[in-house]
């Protein structure tokens, strides 16, 4: 491997490792609430945000998330009904999880609390239509303050599972962001396939530092994504790994966990048939000048998919036959490495409206 190439996937890996920070407080068989996230429009007041994520526990155990202390324990019956706030502390800034609508507390005011200790029974108490826990994580302060309050889907995952984030350039709060194929790890009854961008009309919600997102989608089964916003101005394609955080927005398309491929490959594209969007993955074993092009029967050029100079890796293209009619078209790989080698390759596939 060349020196260059070396530090290239080095700073790329740097920039994609990211990982989750904390525990889930329930066991990996409770699913988070997917038809209520972080940053949407509250049920009741739409003008606010929903603060927190809600994770369908019922009459069970709730674990800390983290190491700290216990800095209240108190009842609210027009909010959060029994809650207990633990103080912790994440890159040396105090952070307040939030743990509400308990049945009932394990712990008093000043405990020193472990990560996974049991610290409550989850219920149904306060401003509540079913039990659950709703999970919150407040930075600096424990009153809500501009901006503080974080996706906690971003901190911690059902394990085996992993994170998208991203942030859709110039989108109205709420707006809609699909991802395909479904990412959620067990036939949903309430997650759903998409996620929303928040809703900053709501002044506590924020983005987190380094994630500058404005909308995740958590709890994401390893695999590669295309994701689509804003009336398809807003594409993009993303592989993610367990325990993995991944940016949307940045390159990540050749995926650097695998080793290098000993030879060119072109791979059927998935789904197939298809509509209207799929992913053609192809290999290169040294760095190569690659095309990649779509052609409908007749030979006529369709799209230009890749066209450019590639490290050795395993690539995901994503292609989106958005306006074309249903048929066979043919893709066609034809790549020429530095040290000469030569692959030309062409498979069908059907997109079937
Ligand atoms: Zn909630």
Redesign the pocket.
Known sequence: MKYSLLIITLINLFVQAQTFRINRPVPDTIETNGS?LFGEPRYQDPQYA?R?I?ILIRYDTVRSATNGSVYYVGYEPDGAGNYVVIRSMYNGRLVYFYYMHLQQSLVAVNDVVLSSQPIAISGNTGRSTGPHL?FEIRYDSPSSSPRKTRNPELWCAITGMGAIYGRVPNAPNSTRVDIYPDPKPRPPYTTFSYALTYNFNDPYIGSDEVYNENYAIGDVKPGTYTIRSMNNTYVRTVTVAAGQIVNADQPNDVDLNLPVPEDFALMQNYPNPFNPTTVISFKIPEQSYVQLKVFDILGNEIASLVDEEKSAGEYHQFFDAYGLSSGVYVYTIVAQSISGRAFRESKKMMLLK
Do not use: A, P
Request: aromatic share 20%; net charge negative.
């Open positions: 209520y929903h927190g809600d709703h």
